[in-house]
């Protein structure tokens, strides 16, 4: 027996019991009680969130779920309001004469089936707000793109709530979708550099090469990442200026990124003058071995190798490479420069001299 069948009975029996020969007033008497039952249901729900749930949820540290409980309290007991008034206006066949019943049942469904879609993307947009407080804590994501982005989830999910009314309703759908694949190709083909664009923003998003903070180069140009937006991402180059770069061109070239640099490797060279005796030069390896020590110096984790590597055009090179454990790029130079200070001071001592160009010449007579 249907649903519609068993209201029908009831209605039917309601009649033989109090001898009403009209059916109206059985059908008026059982939708009244339906209605009832959904208005204490709706009450009970009610009672049940603001005295139940909500304490739980006052006894959790997360603040997530009393917003949860606070953005789909209402929207839920409108709805179970709903369906008790659909339910009085479909058990009253006399209606039937006057409203097309078949109309107002599709307004119903759609009504309640946006309620549900209304109240799914409440829970969603607070689980976005959280995410999006978190992420600004950490200054790690723009939050336009998390705007943009509760947006697009948010009306995708009414999209298919419309599309489950049009198949709950018995709508053809093949005229509709064959009218939107057209229009959604011609728009594609009009918004191709945007929509990649816009893509790109979420490629950047997901994979994260780099986050806002971050110290970046990308082909000739270095700087600081201060804003991803949906279409362009901002820079803040060393020299001061600002750097727009288009997401899709960002996605498709090389990024160094520096912030995610757990060790650095320093390279450096210099010369001493060619009268730089053997025993001088053997002290240059001790000296600069010394200076560049893990236990003397803060950010230095290793010191790699120094080598006596060629013999000049005017000096005698040696080359020096180590490891830092900063990403640091100011604490990089300050290292250096208290390197090359040390090592001039070494040398002064020792007497050896530090190359620059020269020439010279042999004359004979």
């Not at 059985?26 to 005295?51: M, N, P, R």
């Not at 409980?69 to 309001?81: A, D, M, S, T």
């Not at 879609?117 to 939050?143: H, P």
């Not at 990649?196 to 700087?223: C, K, L, N, Q």
């Amino acid at each position: 027996m249907s649903l519609e069948e068993t209201f029908s009975s009831i209605s039917q029996g309601i009649n033989d019991i109090f001898g009403f020969s009209d059916p109206l007033y059985g059908e008026l008497i059982w939708s009244t009680i339906l209605l009832i039952l959904f208005l204490i249901l709706g009450w009970i729900i009610e009672h049940v969130f603001e005295h139940y749930f909500k304490k739980l949820a006052k006894k959790t540290k997360t603040k997530i779920d009393d917003e949860i409980l606070k953005n789909v309290k209402r929207p839920i007991y409108v709805l179970v309001i709903f369906f008790g008034i659909y339910f009085f206006i479909h058990n009253l066949s006399v209606l039937n004469q006057y409203v097309d019943i078949n109309l107002v049942e599709n307004i119903f469904l759609l009504i309640e089936v946006l309620l549900i879609a209304y109240i799914f993307t409440r829970v969603t947009n607070v689980l976005f707000a959280w995410y999006a407080e978190r992420q600004e804590k950490r200054k790690k994501t723009s939050q336009h793109i998390l705007f943009v982005f509760r947006g697009i989830f948010n009306a995708i999910v009414y999209l298919l709530a419309f599309f489950v009314f049009m198949a709950l309703a018995g709508i053809d759908l093949t005229g509709l979708a064959i009218g939107g694949a057209a229009t959604a190709i011609v728009i594609g083909f009009a918004l191709q550099h945007v929509l990649s664009d816009f893509f790109s923003a979420f490629s950047i998003y997901f994979d994260r090469p780099f986050e806002i903070g971050d110290f970046i180069i990308v082909g000739e140009y270095a700087g600081t990442v201060t804003k991803i937006g949906m279409k362009s991402t901002r820079l803040e180059l060393l020299q001061g200026e600002e750097l727009v770069l288009s997401n899709r061109e960002l996605t498709t070239a090389s990024v160094r990124n520096f912030k995610k640099m757990n060790k650095r490797r320093i390279e450096f060279s210099f010369g001493v003058t060619y009268d730089t005796s053997v025993k001088k030069l053997k002290k240059v390896l001790e000296i600069v071995k010394s200076i560049i020590d893990p236990e003397k110096l803060e950010h230095v984790h290793s010191l790699d190798r120094v080598h006596f590597t060629e013999f000049g055009d005017f000096s005698l090179n040696f080359n020096v490479i180590y490891y830092m454990n900063t990403k640091d790029y100011v604490k990089y130079r300050d290292t250096q420069q208290e390197i090359n200070f040390k090592i001039k001071e070494a040398f002064e001592k020792e007497g050896i001299e530090m190359a620059f160009p020269t020439q010279t010449i042999f004359l004979n007579k």
